[in-house]
């Protein structure tokens, strides 16, 4: 969801750098950042609050960040392509999943006034699901195969890993989805391919690199 389907790691950053800020440090920077996308919400945070050395606990961070976030998220909008392939998938019957790291009380702050688009997953996972054992968040692969068999329950199927397609902008994500036996579609905020490097490496021939979702060819998925 989060820098894939909405700006909301722009607005992460912004957030990040204002608390940052107020203890003379930062800015986030890309070397950083690829290493908080799509973590559960405690890693990520203790992750900066490690590499910045922040005189502050794990939960003072979080209430300091979840105020300004509150503010924020009424602000986000959908990237490129994302409304719209989002649409196109429901209209044709495909099958569709959220998987996000998000905790439930954050997908709903920042979804809730994009209905239109978030209404139409058959199915939808938030990283505080009580079915994602403790310590098993992204670059794991459970929280993929957990939407899998709730599309399955629901749709009567039985979709195999290898006839999904899952998509991703962070490091951690396009690792789980690696993990998880599907084909990977990686689209990388555009700033963070300056520290990227090889992403053709990193995607291994299990899938593909793309500047944003408005570029997917439909046609060679025979959607």
């Known amino acids: 969801m989060d820098g894939l389907l909405i700006n909301t790691e ?13 203890f003379g440090k930062g800015p986030l920077t890309w070397d950083v950042k690829i290493q908080l996308q799509g973590l559960p ?10 590499h910045y050395q922040l005189p502050l606990t794990l939960a003072e961070l979080d209430e300091k960040t979840i105020e300004l976030q ?12 994302a409304l719209e392939l989002i649409r196109y998938l429901h209209s044709k019957g495909v099958p569709i ?12 702050g920042k ?15 938030t990283g505080d699901d009580p079915r994602i054992p403790p ?6 692969p459970d929280i993929w195969q957990i939407g899998l068999a709730e599309i399955n329950e629901k749709t009567g199927s039985n979709i195999r890993p290898e006839e999904c397609i899952i998509f991703e902008d962070g490091l951690p994500g396009v690792a789980s989805a690696k993990a998880a036996g599907a084909y990977v579609v990686w689209v990388p905020h555009p700033d963070a391919l300056e520290v990227l490097g090889d992403t053709e490496a990193v995607i291994s021939g299990k899938g593909e690199v793309l500047n944003s979702l ?10």
């Open 214 to 223: 408005a570029q997917l060819d439909k046609a060679k998925f025979g959607l």
């Open 97 to 108: 999943a959220l998987c996000t790291s998000s905790a439930k009380h954050k997908y709903e």
């Open 41 to 50: 919400g405690p890693q990520a945070a203790t992750k900066v609050l490690n």
């Open 10 to 22: 722009d607005l992460y950053t912004v957030v990040t750098n204002e608390v940052l800020a107020e």
């Open 70 to 81: 509150l503010k924020k998220w009424p602000t986000c909008s959908f990237l490129p392509g």
């Open 135 to 140: 310590g098993r968040g992204k670059p794991f």
């Open 111 to 125: 979804t809730g006034h994009l209905k239109q688009g978030f209404e139409l997953f058959d199915v939808i996972i």
